[in-house]
Nanobody
Framework: VQLAESGGGLVQPGGSLRLSCAAS????????MRWYRQAPGKEREFVAH????????YYADSVMGRFTISRDTAENTAYLQMNSLKFEDTAVYYC?????????WGQGTQVTVSS
């Protein structure tokens, strides 16, 4: 199982970014995917989840209405569209999958919200 995040960067408050998570080594279409994030000095926290079929999503309260998780089965890729970014969204963002009883993580992508 391999997960590779991309799309992070430096953005001003109120701006947008779209993160991608390229997945391989498992049948992508049959597993739910999640995004987590970890800010400096803080624990890793849940951000968003999407079901294997893509028909169910749920979000942390802190990102509800601003972030959208999606997936493209043909591309074996999960996405996180982030709008109206705030200073407190600054973190390393990770995608993750629970496969064969083990949770796999990507290497993360840095998102920095700064003026």
């Amino acid at each position: 199982v391999q997960l590779a995040e991309s799309g992070g960067g430096l953005v001003q408050p109120g701006g947008s970014l779209r993160l991608s998570c390229a997945a391989s080594g498992f049948t992508f279409s049959t597993y739910g995917m999640r995004w987590y994030r970890q800010a400096p000095g803080k624990e890793r926290e849940f951000v968003a989840h999407i079901s294997s079929a893509g028909d169910t999503t749920y979000y942390a309260d802190s990102v509800m209405g601003r972030f959208t998780i999606s997936r493209d089965t043909a591309e074996n890729t999960a996405y996180l569209q982030m709008n109206s970014l705030k200073f407190e969204d600054t973190a390393v963002y990770y995608c993750t999958v629970l496969y064969s009883g083990r949770r796999y993580w990507g290497q993360g992508t840095q998102v920095t919200v700064s003026s």
